[in-house]
Each structure stands twice: as C-alpha cells, then as structure tokens.
C-alpha cells in the first residue's frame, strides 16, 4: 500500500540552526501538507502546497519556515534560524486531487536544543 | 481557538464492547468530518470520514455518526478489540478560497484503551 514517507525519523539540532524536513508524498497524489504536534497540544496545520505553490497557510508558518518541491518526488519543510519552541513531531502529509482525505507520514521529531 | 472539542480525554472499555468517542465542532460551514487514530510515534492513519449532506457512515467495525443541527459527530466501535487501544482524533475539513485543497482542523484527541 502507497505511504507518505519522511526523513529523519529524529533531528536534534542547536538552537539557532537550518533544519530541511524531508517527505516523499504519495506518488499520484498532488495536494501535499505540513502539520506540527507540540508535545501534549493538538495535531496544527502549517501549510498546504499544489501546483509548485503555497495555496494556504496557518500564522504559525511565518517568515522562520519555507516548503519546496526540488523535484519530482519530495516535499520539504525548511525551518531557518530554530527555536526552542520548534520542538515537535513535524507530520507530511498528501491528499488526491479533491480528495479530502489526507495520508500522513511517520513523523519527523525536531528536538531543539 | 477550538473550533473542535474533544471533551473527553481518555475512554476505557472491554473487549467486545462499543466504543463511543464523541467530537463537537463550532463552525456550520465545516462540510466534511473524519476521524484519525493514532499510534505513539507514528502519524496520524486515516480511519473513517462523512460528508455534511450525511448521517451515517459505515465502515465494517466502525461507523460514524453526524448531528447537523448539534454540531456533533461521534465514532462507534463495534465490537472493540485490543488494538483499537490508541489516540482517536476528530477533525473537520475545510476548503481554501478557491475551493481546492483541504485543510484540517483537528480536536485534541481522546485517548481509548480497550482492555482485554
């Protein structure tokens, strides 16, 4: 069965630093997302991404973090200049064409030291 | 900003029972409701979703329930087995403005544990 894949499954990084999240979405699908869970909080959109560009995006996805499709396969999320309070469990997920339902990934946990 | 209310953190049943997990949403125009069940350290698998033109959707052991007018939608598990045990989290999707893709909106989830 397809599956949303990302790597790495863990990223410790010191505050301050560029961390690249890394996803490969389901291959046909074309709507792909980013999500955050905060330890104990809820499951948070970050942004959605179709056709090479941001089609939505939440206020926690300010100026600090960017998204890319490099090429054909993956999905990046890339967080600038980290804080603290990036810790999390960073979820990519991928939906069909007007699909509603949304597949996700593993989880990357970004722990900010 | 809670748009989705699980109110119920944590639920405890036996083996072969119903499971009942309940989930309240605020926003009218949400037109698309799903459930999620997660495992520790993995994400978030889809489970079971309904439209707002429906009532009812089923699906084997699960079926999902929706209350228009309530604003409520709840997820019966029927008979529950052990391995139901895990987090169950509701959320509520919305289209962008151009009504393409799909945001979703989640609750905080609720924690089942079915004893054997």
């Known amino acids: 069965e397809p599956e949303v894949t990302q790597t790495p499954s863990h990223q410790v990084t010191q505050m301050g630093q560029e961390v690249i999240l890394r996803c490969v979405p389901i291959s046909n699908h074309l709507y792909f997302y980013w999500y955050r869970q905060i330890l104990g909080q809820k499951v948070e959109f970050l942004v959605s991404?179709?056709?090479?560009?941001?089609?939505?995006k939440s206020e926690i996805f300010d100026d600090q973090f960017s998204v890319e499709r490099p090429d054909g396969s993956n999905f990046t999320l890339k967080i600038r200049s980290t804080k603290l309070e990036d810790s999390a469990m960073y979820f990519c997920?991928?939906?069909?064409?007007?699909?509603?339902?949304?597949?996700f990934g593993q989880g990357t946990r970004l722990t900010v030291v | 900003d809670q748009q989705v209310k699980q109110n119920s953190p944590s639920l405890s049943v036996q083996e072969g029972r119903i499971s009942i997990l309940n989930c309240d949403y605020t926003?009218?125009?949400?037109?698309?409701f799903l459930w999620y069940k997660k495992y520790p350290a993995e994400g978030p698998t889809f489970l079971i979703s309904i439209s707002s033109i429906k009532d009812k959707n089923e699906d084997g052991r699960f079926t999902v329930f929706l209350n228009k007018s309530a604003k409520h939608l709840s997820l019966h598990i029927v008979p529950s087995q052990p391995g139901d045990s895990a987090v169950y989290f509701c959320a509520v999707s919305s289209p962008n403005s151009g009504g393409s893709n799909y945001k979703l909106t989640f609750g905080k989830g609720t924690l089942l544990t079915v004893n054997p």
């Open positions: 997920a991928s939906s069909e064409e007007g699909g509603t339902e949304a597949f």
């Open positions: 991404f179709y056709n090479n560009e941001i089609s939505e």
């Open positions: 926003n009218s125009m949400f037109d698309y």
